[in-house]
């Protein structure tokens, strides 16, 4: 149930709820919608920046303690709305540290909150090596799921991964390609009652690299 320190989103199907765990050693980060400030959008089309408040809204399954901070991914509009398309849309993408600093909206479905954003981090920001426990990595771990399930698109500087399980779990991840070499630096991970976006920095070896299809010079 919601109370005044701990908000409670239900799945639509049943009563589970993906309970969030804030780290200052992990970046996870949930998937929100940020309000614009200008009536004249719906979506916010500019990166959120530290120390100023904003509106989110939360989406179920959830449940996420109101007095600790969390991150939440920023996405610019057209990504939020119809997913990673180009290169454009993954510069843009944002893990902001928030603190809850009123409620809008709250239910058992819906939540709408007050934010403040008190960091904020690029993809590629973390500069050595960061391998954090992800729980559907094993997705394009394994040969077998990602040759049967996985796809690549590749741009200049970034090369993104998708394995979609008949729409029940997946995991869409980006790699940075530089100087010839490549690190996973964003992953997000999907189940019925997970959408979760973890930053880190994973090499790839060249066995890994030709497996997943990525390529240079593009």
Not at 30 to 48: C, M, Q, R, S
Not at 203 to 217: A, H, M, S, T, V
Request: proline share 3%; charged share 30%.
């Amino acid at each position: 149930m919601n109370t005044e320190t701990e908000m409670y989103l239900k799945c639509n199907l049943c009563d589970k709820s993906h309970k969030y765990e804030y780290s200052d050693a992990k970046y996870n980060a949930i998937e929100v919608e940020w309000i614009a400030t200008n009536k004249d959008f719906y979506l916010l089309h500019l990166e959120p920046i530290i120390g100023k408040e904003y509106s989110i809204k939360l989406n179920p399954p959830l449940t996420l303690k109101m007095n600790n901070p969390f991150w939440a991914v920023y996405q610019n509009p057209s990504s939020s709305l119809n997913g990673i398309e180009n290169e454009q849309d993954i510069k843009e993408i944002r893990f902001c540290k928030c603190l809850t600093s009123g409620i809008i909206d709250l239910s058992y479905e819906r939540a709408s909150i007050k934010v403040i954003v008190l960091d904020s981090k690029k993809i590629e920001e973390l500069n050595s090596e960061h391998k954090p426990d992800i729980q559907w990595k094993k997705l394009i771990d394994e040969g077998d799921s990602f040759n049967r399930y996985g796809s690549i698109e590749n741009f200049s500087s970034y090369a993104y991964l998708t394995v979609n399980i008949e729409s029940d779990l997946g995991i869409h991840a980006i790699v940075k390609k530089e100087n010839y070499r490549s690190y996973i630096v964003a992953i997000n991970q999907w189940d019925f009652h997970l959408n979760e976006w973890i930053l880190c920095k994973i090499p790839l070896n060249k066995q890994e690299e030709e497996r997943y299809g990525i390529k240079y010079d593009v």
